[in-house]
């Protein structure tokens, strides 16, 4: 008989490979959760150390930016989230969303993906969004902790994505081994975050903005407060701003939904 059950085709996660990994990383798999960072925030108050890994097969209720939520088909992605506990100052944690883009970015080009961050965290292959990502702050009795989530398309079809602005890797390649891949992210990750621990904010802005698809395109920027910002994007602020210049002048926007006008 024909699979009809695409379980049946979507290879789970290699549990005892992943639960090998080197000290500072403990990998957790489960086979459903409506969201990996609200667990994870869970167990960060409850006192679960940093480097918590928490990643699941089936998604049922994810969130996003601006309360966004949606639905990953069951072993098609890869969904999980990293608990982190910086000591780096408060005022470098809006580093973490971009940091983070930028090493999964990484991650999939060395794996053979001609992929690039659309600012402040949008992965993308060509203007297509292969995965997202939604870091927040949690209060914990120890002190403030990240919860890093990243939502990454890798056979989902294309009858599966939300948006037709989404694809996945199978759809622009051959998609890799997904346990080979969360493998490679997370020391990706890993990396980028220690390097940034150690002081390396400016080495981090230089290679975001060289690898970030934003910078020097003409964009339009849906600002929170529902007013438009129209201009060039000319670069990335110390504090991890995109810099805009449009007729009134040069803007640092923290925070609004980009749309790349056409390419620079």
């Given amino acids: 008989m ?3 059950d695409r379980d049946d085709v979507r290879p789970p996660l290699d549990s005892a490979r992943l639960a090998a990994l080197a000290p500072g990383l403990t990998v957790e798999v489960v086979d459903r959760t409506p969201s990996t960072n609200a667990l994870v925030g869970e167990r960060a108050r409850s006192g679960a150390p940093e480097g918590l890994v928490v990643v699941t097969e089936h998604q049922t209720a994810g969130r996003g930016r601006l309360d966004r939520s949606w639905e990953t088909p069951a072993r098609a992605a890869l969904t999980f989230s990293v608990l ?3 000591t780096a100052p408060a005022a470098e944690w809006p580093w973490l969303p971009l940091l983070t883009g930028h090493a999964l970015a990484g991650a999939l080009r ?13 992965v993308l292959l ?3 969004k292969v995965a997202g990502i ?3 702050r949690v209060e914990t009795p120890s002190g403030p902790a990240a919860v890093v989530g990243i939502g990454l398309n890798v056979t989902t079809t294309r009858a599966e994505l939300p948006v037709e602005t ?3 890797l199978a759809l622009e390649g051959t998609a890799p081994d997904r346990t080979d891949l969360l493998l490679a992210v997370l020391g990706a990750l890993r990396d980028e975050y220690d390097a940034w621990q150690r002081g390396g904010a400016d080495d981090l802005r230089a290679s975001y903005a060289a690898a970030c698809v934003t910078v020097g395109r003409e964009v339009r920027v ?12 000319t670069g990335i602020d ?3 701003r995109l810099l805009v210049r449009s007729s009134a002048g040069e803007t640092a926007v923290g925070a609004g939904d980009v749309v790349h006008v056409r390419a620079g």
Avoid: M
């Avoid at 992929?115 to 965290?121: F, H, I, Q, T, Y």
């Avoid at 849906?222 to 994007?233: F, I, M, Q």
């Fill in 134 to 136: 939604l870091v927040e």
């Fill in 2 to 4: 024909p699979v009809t």
């Fill in 238 to 240: 110390p504090g991890g």
């Fill in 166 to 168: 989404a694809t996945s």
């Fill in 222 to 233: 849906e600002l929170p407060s529902g007013e438009p910002l129209t201009g060039r994007a």
């Fill in 84 to 86: 982190l506990r910086p």
């Fill in 126 to 128: 060509g203007p297509l």
């Fill in 110 to 122: 060395r794996a053979g993906f001609d992929a690039g961050v659309k600012w402040p965290n949008d």
